[in-house]
């Protein structure tokens, strides 16, 4: 078994469309959060109706600038969701540099995106419904889940296993965790993996305001007054490769993914339960095979959506998975500043993590009035904190709709970690 | 309204600049798909583009025999001179 070590990442997000934009961001608390303009292409009405009004946008993306150049007939054929991805695995593969080092035609690219073109998709039948109009020829490969994952691969000449993973708001996470075992069992040299959704259409935001999920102004998450979600978009991508290989090649070392976890609550479509997550967290432990793992936990990136049930029930699995260290292990969701990006969350939030390591500074919360006292939780809240001597290991949860629960565990790498640690067995 | 072939040639070679970023001035009536590097994939995307226009339907047949940005103005025109009086182009 091979250790598996992230030396490339690259993300276009509402908090910065490059990884030290993002970091910027970050740590500086700038929310990506805010008001959109109601007035959508094809509605009925200016006023939507909706009992919402702030989704976190990507901003100041434009696929033709030369900073995310992007083909005409690669903009043509795909939905902004698979160009965010594009652009993101392109930063990554190009600081990682694993496309020229290792042989692309065993290189892995497997991304998580649980919508597909959604907007390309509502864009067509809204036309063809309220008009009779023809379909875009290119209607078809737009609308595709797996689009964003092809193009990577045209656009890198990378032809190994390419694929996408769309399993919700667990998309992006289960296909890092996925890359990673390939790459650590030596099925794939290296890899490309992330997510990237934008779905924020009129269609699909009104269905989310039917489910009363969404926060009516922005997401509070593990706040007393937390009152929902606040859904997002974005895209984040790693490039993944064996320790060894990459520190033969001098490259550099941002973290280490060291264990992955994977469970279904098998219980309710939509109401979470703590077992179900709990379990995938000690997966994720056990999978590290280091020894006694839990003291080492220093950091949770939490799922944290900011809805009452969500961060009840994650809370009540970080006390489950991790017991009387629970209450002392510093938790953050950094969704209150990129907001839920559904199928590409796990991504950015894997970034957060490995920037939480790498840097030593844990991101904070933002938006919290008063952290809810019934979580028992430390959530790091106003402002980032330094991670505690001794802790090298982070969570980062995804949790989704349906029961779906994906956890990955990330070491800090210090140029004396292999040295010391050795070989995982 | 009726469209001249000026028009014609103006918005057809406009679209297929935009097509592929390029400046109208850099296309050209003996311009070819091939020095434009249009693939099969371009070729459904502008045909839809022109069609969308024109209010016309390319057929099949027509769609293939397309070589030169001139071809797609004169098929242009012909489908527009066969249009039935009144019928507006978008």
Redesign the interface.
Known sequence: MKRVVVTGMGCITPIGNSVSALRDSLYAGRTGIATFDPNFPGALSPDPGLRFRTTALVKDFDP?NPAHHL???VI??NDSSAQFGIVSARQAAAESGIVQHYDPSQIAIVTGCACGGRAADEDANRHLYTRNA?I???AIVRCMSSGGASSISIELGVSGPVFNVATACASATHAIGLAFQMVRAGIAPAAITGGHEAALTFGFLRAWDSMRVVSPTACRPFSADRDGMTLGEGAAMLAIEPLDSALARGARIYAEIVGFGMTADAHHITQPQAEGAAEAMCRALADSNIEDPAPRVGYINAHGTGTPTNDAVEAAAIHLALGARAPHIPVSATKSLTGHSIGATGAIEAIATILALETGSLPHTAGVTTVDPTLNLDVIVNQPRPLSSGKDLALSNSLAFGGLNAVLAFRQYTSDTSRVLGAIP | MEETMEDIQARVIELVAN???LQPSDVHMDTTFDELQI?S??K??L??AV??MFSIEIPDESLNSLKTVGDVVQGVERLCAAKPPGAAAS
């Open positions: 033709k083909s005409s007939g043509a054929a023809r875009h020829p290119l | 097509s592929k970023n693939d994939l371009d459904i995307n045909s839809f069609e969308e």
